[in-house]
């Protein structure tokens, strides 16, 4: 009987324990990251690997609150905001799945995510030029100018989200400026319109230098509050919230761009087709 009891009594304890241990959470910090980083290299990963890593930690880390403390129920929040974001499917299972095997290094299991996003993206939202055209006019209804700039940066440059930091009083000055998105180099077009508005509001906002969209201390915005605003303008201009993201707007950008690049070609096939029959006139065979 009291060996039941004493057996009872050490369970209840270890449930406890383990109650507390997930309402405790786990505070991150950077000496674990540092200890994880290293552990992976000297298990033979590649230092390209372990940079990956380290991306997707410092990630996690920016996204915290305050007190750095993961929760059960964190990460599956925070995949939602990078989905928002501007991630794909694919690139958040290995954010998520980086960060998971951190945790378990640290011995917090109970805090890791564990399941991982179907494969296949999902199905994107179109968004119209006719709903684009009412997220400006609504931004300017509210005087929500930054929300104005953020939504004509992403549509009519083609910028992911991970780059707008890129967007700096310098770079826009040039009118072109290069990024860098997956290892993949290119140029960015500034157009005319945007490059006033953008360094008009630079001016007022008293930014000299440097990335142009910053919060009130002067911190460049997160991704996932970039998402916030903008998903925000959408409710406020009756547009379906899901096609309130980076990825739709840059979605709208490349569609605008191929049906412009396909009316060109046509006007050239037209122009060519021109100059044969003219010159069909006065040297062709049965002229």
């Not at 750095?68 to 991630?87: D, F, H, P």
């Not at 998520?96 to 890791?112: K, Y």
């Not at 929500?144 to 939504?151: I, P, Q």
């Not at 008009?200 to 915005?221: C, D, E, H, M, W």
């Amino acid at each position: 009987m009291d060996a039941r009891i004493t057996e009872r009594s050490g369970e209840t304890r270890s449930r406890v324990r383990h109650m507390e241990r997930q309402d405790r959470g786990y505070q991150m910090t950077r000496e674990d990251m540092a200890r994880f980083l290293t552990e992976l290299g000297a298990k033979g990963r590649t230092a390209e690997t372990v940079e990956r890593y380290r991306t997707a930690l410092e990630r996690l880390y920016q996204a915290l609150p305050e007190d750095k403390r993961v929760q059960e129920g964190t990460l599956v929040q925070w995949r939602e905001e990078l989905l928002k974001s501007g991630y794909s499917r694919s690139s958040v299972n290995v954010i998520c799945a980086a960060c998971d095997n951190f945790l378990d290094f640290v011995g917090h299991r109970e805090v890791q995510l564990g399941d991982r996003l179907s494969s296949g993206d999902r199905p994107q939202p179109e968004l119209t030029r006719s709903e684009y055209l009412r997220l400006l006019q609504t931004a300017k209804a509210l005087e929500d100018e930054r929300g104005y700039l953020l939504v004509k940066v992403f549509a009519t440059t083609g910028i992911f989200v991970q780059e707008l930091p890129d967007v700096t009083v310098e770079n826009i000055q040039a009118e072109r400026f290069p990024v860098v998105h997956q290892g993949v180099r290119r140029m960015v077009r500034v157009p005319e319109c945007l490059q006033k508005e953008l360094l008009n509001y630079a001016r007022r906002q008293g930014i000299t230098k440097g990335p142009i969209f910053v919060g009130r201390s002067g911190q460049l915005l997160h991704r996932s509050r970039v998402a916030v605003l903008i998903s925000q303008l959408c409710k406020a201009a009756r547009v379906p919230e899901e096609k309130g993201n980076p990825r739709c707007l840059q979605k709208l950008y490349r569609n605008t761009r191929a049906v412009v690049e396909a009316n060109v070609a046509l006007l050239i096939e037209q122009a060519m087709d021109r100059q044969l029959e003219q010159e069909q006139l006065t040297a062709g065979w049965e002229a």
